[in-house]
């Protein structure tokens, strides 16, 4: 399973972000170029829909494929209470021919979209992943050189843990405490809970430039 919450903010602030990660982090961010395409099952692979996600690392020197399976968010009193969004979540690396494979057992293209960023890996009480990144869609079929921004001058910023069902507190606690510290910038939250951007950003990046803007 895995723990998110998710958030946006404006292009003109993202370098400012950028710094804030650097110190909090200590590693150095990754290039984030990920193609990826959403399949829906059809009424005959079973009673209830399923969703699953193929992403091609576009970064790599040889594209790499994975596929990804997301369930429904952990529910009742417990998970109303925290301000992280708890789900199972299934990954795993495949080879390029996946696409034909999952075409042939009935899954159907939903959409695709391309994902362009960056992205900070550390360790902060748990193994946290920030990515910082523009979402495009594409004009015609798997064409990623001419994708569009969905949301032009807004990315979306994406902080998610691995967890287990007997860590998840922890985990959700080192999230929760990341988060604050993001705070001037963004707003973080459950996926789906539409926050937007923060009044206080202007200033946390005016402030941030001058202070670091200097050292990259």
Same mark, same amino acid.
């Given at each position: 399973?895995? /723990?998110?919450?998710?958030?946006?903010?404006?292009?003109?602030?993202?370098?400012?972000?950028?710094?804030?990660?650097?110190?909090?982090?200590?590693?150095?961010?990754?290039?984030?170029?990920?193609?990826?395409? /959403?399949?829906?099952?059809?009424?005959?692979?079973?009673?209830?829909?399923?969703?699953?996600?193929?992403? /091609?690392?576009?970064?790599?020197?040889?594209?790499?494929?994975?596929?990804?399976?997301?369930?429904?968010?952990?529910?009742?009193?417990?998970?109303?209470?925290?301000?992280?969004?708890?789900?199972?979540?299934?990954?795993?690396?495949?080879?390029?021919?996946?696409?034909?494979?999952?075409?042939?057992?009935?899954?159907?293209?939903?959409?695709?979209?391309?994902?362009?960023?960056?992205?900070?890996?550390?360790?902060?009480?748990?193994?946290?992943?920030?990515?910082?990144?523009?979402?495009?869609?594409?004009?015609?079929?798997?064409?990623?050189?001419?994708?569009?921004?969905?949301?032009?001058?807004?990315?979306?910023?994406?902080?998610?843990?691995?967890?287990?069902?007997?860590?998840?507190?922890?985990?959700?606690?080192?999230?929760?405490?990341? /988060?604050?510290?993001?705070?001037?910038?963004?707003?973080?939250?459950?996926?789906?809970?539409?926050?937007?951007?923060?009044?206080?950003?202007?200033?946390?990046?005016?402030?941030?430039?001058?202070?670091?803007?200097?050292?990259?």
């Amino acid at each position: 399973m895995e /723990c998110v919450v998710q958030g946006i903010i404006e292009t003109q602030h993202v370098e400012a972000l950028e710094i804030l990660l650097q110190g909090l982090c200590g590693v150095h961010k990754q290039s984030l170029r990920i193609h990826e395409l /959403c399949l829906k099952s059809v009424p005959n692979l079973g009673l209830v829909a399923s969703d699953i996600r193929l992403l /091609c690392d576009l970064e790599q020197p040889e594209p790499a494929w994975t596929v990804r399976h997301v369930g429904g968010p952990m529910r009742g009193a417990g998970a109303e209470q925290i301000s992280v969004l708890v789900r199972p979540m299934q990954e795993s690396k495949i080879s390029k021919n996946a696409l034909r494979l999952f075409y042939s057992l009935g899954y159907k293209l939903d959409h695709e979209q391309l994902r362009v960023g960056f992205a900070f890996h550390f360790q902060r009480g748990a193994q946290i992943t920030v990515t910082v990144s523009s979402i495009n869609k594409m004009l015609k079929p798997h064409a990623i050189d001419d994708a569009v921004p969905v949301t032009p001058g807004i990315q979306l910023v994406e902080v998610t843990a691995p967890a287990s069902s007997e860590n998840y507190n922890e985990v959700v606690a080192s999230v929760t405490s990341f /988060c604050e510290y993001l705070a001037p910038l963004l707003h973080l939250s459950k996926p789906g809970v539409s926050t937007g951007v923060v009044p206080t950003a202007a200033a946390a990046a005016a402030s941030l430039m001058s202070d670091g803007g200097g050292t990259k």
